[in-house]
């Protein structure tokens, strides 16, 4: 079986350089005596390190055939994807793995980008988070100072990169301004010198562009790195003591394991995003119980799906606009409807599925990742029950979106939809869908 290959750095240097395996490899033999074959070169870009001295003389014969400098550092050999996989314990700790994780998504992204998920390590994750003893002081000495005034300033960077993932789908650049820009700003901060008070506002902050890079990643399929970014996010968020935005990232750790198929650890997350909240306000109720709904679906437990969905209805109703925070303020009653749309669907009940359909779609203008995956999904629930018109429609509202909103969980809806007319296409009205988005579905 043909192994998928994970030293993206210098399978990238060799495409550049033009070489096939057998020629790279005896240009390498030429440089330090060595006896490699081509088989050797795969298994290097297949996670296998070479000595020092082979690594020398591979950065030399690419710096020879690129005219450029490459160094040992630029070939993917030393990569540490471990950091963020483990909740860090101290402050220390925690900004030390931070900063490596931030520059490993700068500077080592395609890397990062192939790094594992492992479930397990998400519910130890969450783990920590519940039980681990708070941190009795976060204040630093550093040869910068940094003031509340520069917290504040955290917060605008933070809606504005909120606002663009919303709208176009983290696949697409901003993830990576966001990810330059903790490296670049956010990181030398967390390294200064703060109060306790500043500092765990800072912690904070973080906590915030953290988590919605963790989410970009998701979104565009990266979920070891995105796992990585929740676990160092969710510490920062521990940091400045507040449990409200750390349940919302379990939460989002919930999602993403139902999204995986991994149903037992998502109902473990979601169960201790609702313990770790206590008595959160309702609007943080609703993004929670929504969350455990979705992961009952998928283990199949219709009772408790049924009862969360209604605690998340309850909580909803009673929230008041301005009262939660800040974060929470998105998850609406289409949110929740889209939810409960899912969530039946999962059930095989596609018929009560439908019945949410118009309220799902109820969304504020800038939400078009959430209104494709949401046309999208009642699409696909309307072909499994046979109603093919009603299938096209939704999937004609959907489709454009592919041109505007670069996500991966869009492309897997349509692709879905797309599995599901596919039996249908001697039907006019399937087929007439198929020839109007030939183009975008083609690349779905």
Request: with cysteine.
């Amino acid at each position: 079986m043909v192994r998928a290959i994970s030293n993206h750095d210098l399978h990238g240097l060799l495409d550049e350089a033009d070489y096939s395996h057998g020629a790279f490899v005896r240009q390498i033999n030429l440089a330090c005596g060595g006896a490699y074959d081509a088989s050797s070169v795969y298994w290097w870009l297949r996670g296998r390190r070479p000595d020092p001295t082979t690594r020398t003389a591979i950065a030399a014969v690419l710096t020879r055939r690129l005219h450029r400098a490459v160094t040992a550092d630029h070939l993917g050999f030393d990569h540490d994807l471990s950091a963020g996989l483990a909740y860090p314990g101290t402050p220390g700790e925690t900004i030390d793995t931070t900063a490596r994780l931030w520059d490993l998504s700068v500077h080592h992204a395609a890397a990062l980008a192939a790094a594992p998920y492992v479930s397990d390590a998400a519910v130890q994750t969450a783990l920590a988070w519940r039980y681990d003893p708070d941190d009795p002081d976060w204040s630093r000495p550093g040869p910068r100072t940094v003031t509340a005034i520069d917290v504040e300033a955290l917060a605008v960077y933070s809606a504005h990169f909120t606002e663009l993932d919303r709208r176009g789908g983290g696949a697409g650049t901003t993830r990576a301004l966001v990810a330059d820009f903790l490296y670049r700003q956010v990181s030398p901060m967390i390294r200064a010198s703060y109060t306790d008070a500043v500092g765990r506002d800072l912690m904070a902050a973080a906590a915030g562009l953290a988590g919605q890079l963790a989410y970009m990643a998701y979104d565009a399929g990266e979920h070891g790195a995105s796992l990585r970014h929740f676990t160092t996010a969710l510490r920062l968020s521990r940091a400045s003591g507040d449990r409200l935005y750390g349940a919302h990232l379990l939460a989002n750790l919930a999602t993403q394991a139902v999204y995986l198929g991994h149903p037992r650890n998502a109902v473990r997350l979601a169960a201790a995003a609702i313990d770790g909240a206590g008595r959160a306000p309702a609007e943080v109720r609703a993004r929670l119980h929504a969350a455990a709904a979705c992961a009952y679906a998928v283990a199949g437990d219709r009772r408790s799906c049924t009862t969360a969905l209604r605690k998340a209805r309850t909580a909803i109703d009673r929230a008041r606009p301005g009262a939660g925070p800040f974060w929470a303020a998105y998850f609406s009653p289409a949110h929740l409807a889209g939810t409960a749309a899912r969530c039946y669907r999962d059930l095989q009940l596609h018929h009560r599925a439908v019945k949410y359909g118009p309220a799902a779609l109820h969304l504020p203008h800038d939400s078009s990742r959430t209104r494709a995956l949401h046309t999208a999904l009642l699409a696909t629930i309307h072909a499994a029950t046979g109603d093919l018109d009603e299938a096209c429609r939704y999937g004609d509202q959907a489709v454009p979106h592919l041109r505007t909103v670069e996500s991966r969980r869009v492309r897997q809806r349509l692709t879905e939809l797309t599995d599901r007319l596919s039996p249908h296409r001697r039907v006019p009205v399937v087929a007439e869908f198929f020839d109007r988005h030939h183009h975008l579905l083609a690349v779905a």
